[in-house]
């Protein structure tokens, strides 16, 4: 049996797992052997676990097969994982030092109780001294003195140790919460792989071992910063995972394709209809009678994609490298040109995915009824060969960060839009103009004629186009009648809900209105909710 030793070479990292690749080179000699990969994460799917090989002769003829790969358990005395082991470590020798500062305590503390006992009896005993004019005052004096530096001697020794003692409890509390995270209840316990070869003669055997592991995973994130006419987007890849094995120095590579889903087509069960039973009151209970069980409520469906915590918007000051896209049909690839270095701690890293630079098309929308702003939105197609997932993006305008979005999945070539913010320089104001109630009667039938009226100023340096929102009211009530009665200028739009849209260009200090009127009419014995 050939013990290898082995170091996680590639790692691809879905939205919930990731597949590891480990690989070591041994030399062998003619025959069979069976090759041993230790200190597998036991948050691997055994399922999953394959092997493959290279062999490089001695000699100008040879060659190897592989016979079978079988995984088990093996149980150690202590944790295997070399960070716990180094964890395990230095808590130990803080604990040490911990102890030795204690007894330095204990004993300072002794060596306070003596000196005060000391100056109790001393005091009594110069008291009568002096009393009986057997002792002269000066030797009090003088053991006073010595007896306060002694005391004071100690209490900063004390002092001083407890500070010591403060820090090391900091440190041995991070050390803990450290191991806690790479221990898992059963963390004296690892899988083995064993590996079955055969080689027709000697040479260097290298062993591939390929699994997937749960507890990890990676979600898109994305900076967005508009400066000037100029919009640059940075694409990130947020990994987290608590897989039991930190990843060092690995060939990185992030995938869109998700396992777990891709296995078993969803069936449609029957879609059943029925007749809606009357709900009857429960029966009032009986005076003693015990209280009824209250339901309780349905478990939770756990979720199949692992969660990470959105990690802080930072600026890039140095230039972000690019990631190879890979197509794969159903999915996207990321392939990282640089290492990879993710911990098994759980916490969320950022590595730098790709950075475009796009260009907007810029303009202002408005929906004056609900707010009296004109926000700033950039039309952008995606041009390039990067495929956008969903994911959440910081919006940096002019280097401020002024909130975040979501982005939705954006293929190539792909228009999207993103709002950036309110831009105070767009003046709006909305009015009420005229409410009239028609003082005759049509057929018994009431009518009423309202008008608004929405002011725009263009407070920017250059000319600006705006789109403006509002709307009529839906009846919905077959009696009542809504009708646009003018408007000035002409609405682009007028949707089925009765939504209405402006588009409209301003120059430099230009202010425009419009002005739409509306009437509502509805039969003289009804009252209408919702209206001005």
Do not use: C
Request: charged share 25%.
């Amino acid at each position: 049996m050939i013990d290898l030793s082995t170091r996680i070479v590639e790692v691809s990292v879905y939205p919930d797992r990731a597949r590891v690749t480990r690989s070591g080179t041994v030399a062998v000699d003619a025959g069979k052997h069976a090759v041993t990969i230790g200190e597998l994460p036991l948050s691997l799917d055994t399922a999953t676990v394959r092997a493959r090989g290279r062999f490089k002769p001695k000699a100008t003829a040879g060659r190897a097969r592989l016979l079978g790969i079988e995984v088990h358990k093996t149980f150690f005395q202590d944790t295997p994982a070399a960070r716990a082991k180094s964890l395990e470590d230095q808590i130990r020798e803080l604990e040490d030092a911990d102890k030795v500062l204690a007894d330095k305590a204990e004993a300072m503390a002794v060596q306070g109780e003596l000196a005060r006992s000391v100056a109790e009896k001393a005091g009594e005993h110069i008291a009568r001294g002096v009393a009986f004019a057997r002792a002269d005052m000066t030797q009090g004096v003088a053991l006073m003195g010595f007896v306060a530096q002694e005391l004071e001697r100690t209490q900063d020794a004390l002092r001083d140790v407890a500070v010591q003692r403060r820090d090391l409890a900091k440190q041995l509390d991070v050390l803990r919460a450290e191991l806690n995270v790479l221990r898992s209840s059963r963390g004296t316990q690892r899988y083995t792989a064993t590996v079955e070869v055969e080689a027709s003669a000697a040479g260097e055997l290298t062993v591939d071992v390929i699994y997937v592991v749960s507890d990890a995973g990676w979600q898109p994130l994305y900076d967005i910063w508009l400066d000037g006419e100029i919009l640059e987007l940075s694409y990130f890849g947020q990994i987290a995972q608590r897989s039991g094995e930190d990843w060092s120095g690995v060939s990185l590579t992030l995938s869109t394709a998700r396992p777990a889903l891709s296995a078993v087509l969803p069936e449609l069960r029957p879609w059943y209809v029925h007749v809606l039973q009357p709900v009857v009151a429960a029966p009032t209970r009986a005076p003693g009678a015990a209280p009824r069980a209250a339901a309780q409520p349905a478990p939770a469906l756990a979720s199949m994609e692992m969660r990470v915590a959105a990690a802080e918007p930072q600026a890039i000051a140095m230039e972000a490298v690019t990631a190879s896209v890979e197509g794969g049909g159903a999915s996207v690839t990321f392939r990282l040109p640089q290492a990879g270095n993710i911990p098994s701690d759980g916490e969320p890293h950022k590595v730098s995915v790709a950075v475009a630079k796009l260009d907007p098309k810029m303009d202002f929308v408005s929906a004056p009824k609900l707010a009296e702003f004109a926000y700033r939105r950039a039309t952008v197609q995606n041009a390039g060969d990067l495929m956008l997932l969903p994911g959440q993006a910081s919006l940096f305008v002019e280097g401020d960060f002024i909130g975040t979005t979501t982005l939705k999945l954006v293929a190539p070539g792909e228009e999207f839009e993103l709002y950036l913010g309110v831009d105070d320089r767009v003046y709006v104001k909305r009015e009420l103009k005229a409410r009239e109630v028609d003082k005759k009667f049509l057929q018994d039938r009431r009518q009423l004629r309202y008008g608004y009226e929405i002011e725009l100023r263009n407070l920017r340096p250059g000319p600006i186009t705006v789109e403006i929102h509002d709307q009529l009211p839906v009846p919905r009530h077959e009696s009542i009648k809504v009708k646009l009665e003018g408007s000035d200028p002409k609405p682009a739009d007028q949707s089925e809900l009765g939504e209405l849209t402006w588009k409209l260009s301003l120059d430099p200090g230009a202010k425009r209105f419009i002005r739409f009127d509306f009437g509502v009419e509805h039969p003289r014995d009804i009252q209408v909710a919702g209206l001005p």
